[in-house]
């Protein structure tokens, strides 16, 4: 269980690294390179970048919904928290995931809304990143909760727990 739990661990890590690595490039490097192009050079060059962005968005998101729910069912089954409302920031770092899945999807994506949104494309990259670096950070405060490990269940009567440790 270990291995998959540290697998699972990396898997969140390199899901948000996509998505923000992706997020940011597009907003530092792509859009201002873009800006500077004639309408139809922009365009095109655009239309080669766009799905190549949205693969990237769609592998980060599925790599963290994957790895986020499992970590969270792990957490939940292992750990009590004493100290903090652990399950209320889960849910506000939810919430905030899902809006950042939303938005990266809709802005890298071929809608209407998409094409809308393009138009001011590097203030829809803001909003995402800023809401990708607080989604982080509320998860950083989370992984620094004091943790108590739950009692083994009646049917685990060998086992004496976890090697998890209380913290982090």
């Known amino acids: 269980m270990e291995y998959l739990d540290l697998l699972m ?27 500077k192009l004639a309408d139809e050079r922009r ?4 239309a080669a970048l766009r ?11 599925g790599l963290l919904l994957v790895s986020g729910l499992y970590n969270t069912a ?3 089954i292992r750990y009590k928290f004493p100290e903090v409302n652990y399950h209320a920031l889960l849910g506000i770092k939810i919430g905030l995931a899902l809006v950042v899945f939303a938005l990266a999807a809709i802005v890298s994506g071929r809608s209407g809304l998409a094409e809308r949104l393009r138009q001011k494309m590097t203030t829809w990259l803001a909003v995402t990143l800023t809401l990708l670096v607080v989604t982080m ?17 009646a ?3 060998g086992q004496t727990g976890s090697s998890h440790p209380a913290r982090g």
């Open 9 to 35: 661990r990396v898997l969140h890590i390199f899901g948000a690294s996509v998505l923000v690595g992706a997020t940011l490039f597009m907003l530092m490097a792509v859009a201002p390179a873009l800006g």
């Open 51 to 61: 799905p190549h962005w949205a693969m990237l968005v769609g592998l980060g998101t």
């Open 155 to 157: 049917s685990d009567s």
């Open 137 to 153: 950070s509320v998860g950083a405060y989370m992984k620094s909760a004091v943790r108590v490990e739950k009692p083994p269940a």
């Open 43 to 46: 365009l095109e060059t655009f």
């Open 74 to 76: 792990m957490i939940s």
